[in-house]
């Protein structure tokens, strides 16, 4: 058994060590892209769900205010918030000409918030291009403008980016970095922009679609009642046959403070895994994969041990390999065992929860779990 448990680790782990590294130059970066603003430029239509997001909201809506991007309007819809996020947004909206606040006061039912608040952003909309994105995201300057210059090198109907994770909660770095070289790597990052493949990506920080192409695939009507979003977003765009890009978004987009404490993040884990056969899924495979090649370390056959230290290397070389592209620490690799118990916790915790509630609860509001899909 040790030597089964070593071998597979060694074969899963090393396998796409190998792999990754040989293709991950092929994962484009927004920072290396010379921007170009030659004639007539599109309108950007920036769309912002906010739901209690006082902390972070004006700092996001500043820094698009702040793009050297000319022509762009930023569109922050106030989702049931009841915090002072409505009172940024109306202060905001009266200070700066080319920003818009929408008030939601009900959800209708089927729908998540955000994919809610999104659609009802979109119907306000002036651009030809729609970039969808979370209020505690910060841009650099020159973002968009490079985006849209990537946009058009490459012929794209869909850009999407990983985002650098900022911030002192270092809690939220680790989930993260597991998050995105788990993406770039068993996630080929590098085929999503081969029309042929279907690997493709969506992530919320930075969902950028041509408006047509969007509306082409059914706006978020189409998976209104599914908890990842900017996934289902990205899917069905390469589902369409349009032509879609993941790239890093390193130095040129932030997350700040993604989760601020390991209450929180553990609890995000439930928006995905709310049902007691995926929570045993999760567990077996972290268990197995993310966690025993640590205690295998220490037990059993010397052999089989030093099939654990292998996998262990590679998974620490991974973690290298994609800090070297991204914004991660390339010591995150030391962290990997307690992503996993992370998720261990987060995923039993959102099954019970779920079981006793009858639903799926996501900030503060309770989803009926009969048709949720994550």
Same mark, same amino acid.
């Given at each position: 058994?040790?030597?089964?448990?070593?071998?597979?680790?060694?074969?899963?782990?090393?396998?796409?060590?190998?792999?990754?590294?040989?293709?991950?130059?092929?994962?484009?970066?927004?920072?290396?892209t010379m921007e170009k603003m030659d004639g007539e @430029?599109?309108?950007?239509?920036?769309?912002?769900?906010?739901?209690?997001? @006082?902390?972070?909201?004006?700092?996001?809506?500043?820094?698009?205010?702040?793009?050297?991007?000319?022509?762009?309007?930023?569109?922050?819809?106030?989702?049931?918030?009841?915090?002072?996020?409505?009172?940024?947004?109306?202060? +905001?909206?009266?200070?700066?000409?080319?920003?818009?606040?929408?008030?939601?006061?009900?959800?209708?039912?089927?729908?998540?918030?955000?994919?809610?608040?999104?659609?009802?952003?979109?119907?306000?909309?002036?651009?030809?291009? +729609?970039?969808?994105?979370?209020?505690?995201?910060?841009?650099?300057?020159?973002?968009?403008?490079?985006?849209?210059?990537?946009?058009?090198?490459?012929?794209?109907?869909?850009?999407?980016?990983?985002?650098?994770?900022?911030?002192?909660?270092?809690?939220?770095?680790?989930?993260?970095?597991?998050?995105?070289?788990?993406?770039?790597?068993?996630?080929?990052?590098?085929?999503?922009?081969?029309?042929?493949?279907? @690997?493709?990506?969506?992530?919320?920080?930075?969902?950028?679609?041509?408006?047509?192409?969007?509306?082409?695939?059914?706006?978020?009507?189409?998976?209104?009642?599914?908890?990842?979003?900017?996934?289902?977003?990205?899917?069905?765009?390469?589902?369409?046959?349009?032509?879609?890009?993941?790239?890093?978004?390193?130095?040129?987009?932030?997350?700040?403070?993604?989760?601020?404490?390991?209450?929180?993040?553990?609890?995000?884990?439930?928006?995905?895994?709310?049902?007691?056969?995926?929570?045993?899924?999760?567990?077996?495979?972290?268990?197995?994969?993310?966690?025993?090649?640590?205690?295998?370390?220490?037990?059993?056959?010397?052999?089989?041990?030093?099939?654990?230290?292998?996998?262990?290397?590679?998974?620490?070389?991974?973690?290298?390999?994609?800090?070297?592209?991204?914004?991660?620490?390339?010591?995150?690799?030391?962290?990997?065992?307690?992503?996993?118990?992370?998720?261990?916790?987060?995923?039993?915790?959102?099954?019970?929860?779920?079981?006793?509630?009858?639903?799926?609860?996501?900030?503060?509001?309770?989803?009926?779990?009969?048709?949720?899909?994550?």
């Amino acid at each position: 058994m040790y030597w089964i448990l070593g071998g597979l680790n060694v074969l899963m782990w090393g396998t796409i060590a190998v792999i990754f590294t040989a293709k991950v130059r092929g994962i484009g970066a927004l920072h290396q892209t010379m921007e170009k603003m030659d004639g007539e @430029q599109p309108m950007i239509s920036v769309i912002i769900a906010a739901r209690n997001e @006082q902390k972070a909201l004006e700092r996001c809506i500043k820094s698009l205010i702040n793009q050297t991007y000319p022509r762009l309007e930023v569109i922050v819809v106030n989702d049931r918030s009841d915090d002072s996020t409505g009172e940024i947004i109306a202060r +905001l909206e009266g200070t700066y000409s080319n920003v818009k606040g929408i008030e939601i006061s009900e959800l209708p039912e089927q729908w998540m918030g955000k994919s809610h608040a999104l659609l009802q952003g979109t119907k306000q909309a002036q651009g030809d291009w +729609l970039l969808f994105t979370d209020a505690d995201i910060l841009f650099h300057p020159h973002c968009i403008a490079k985006a849209v210059t990537y946009t058009e090198q490459h012929g794209l109907d869909h850009l999407t980016m990983i985002p650098d994770f900022e911030g002192p909660h270092v809690f939220s770095k680790w989930y993260a970095a597991f998050i995105f070289m788990s993406a770039s790597s068993f996630g080929q990052l590098w085929k999503i922009k081969d029309p042929k493949s279907p @690997q493709s990506l969506g992530v919320g920080a930075f969902n950028f679609v041509k408006r047509d192409v969007y509306e082409q695939i059914g706006t978020h009507a189409e998976f209104s009642y599914i908890t990842t979003d900017d996934a289902a977003l990205g899917k069905r765009v390469k589902q369409a046959g349009y032509r879609q890009d993941a790239i890093y978004g390193t130095r040129m987009i932030g997350v700040w403070n993604w989760y601020e404490s390991l209450k929180q993040l553990i609890g995000s884990v439930e928006k995905s895994v709310f049902s007691y056969k995926n929570a045993i899924i999760t567990t077996i495979s972290c268990l197995l994969t993310m966690i025993y090649p640590w205690i295998g370390l220490f037990m059993g056959p010397v052999s089989a041990r030093i099939l654990c230290a292998v996998s262990l290397l590679s998974v620490f070389w991974l973690y290298f390999i994609y800090s070297r592209h991204s914004g991660s620490g390339f010591w995150y690799g030391i962290a990997h065992p307690f992503v996993g118990l992370f998720l261990i916790m987060g995923g039993l915790r959102g099954a019970f929860n779920a079981n006793r509630s009858g639903g799926m609860t996501w900030r503060g509001t309770t989803y009926d779990r009969t048709n949720l899909k994550a």
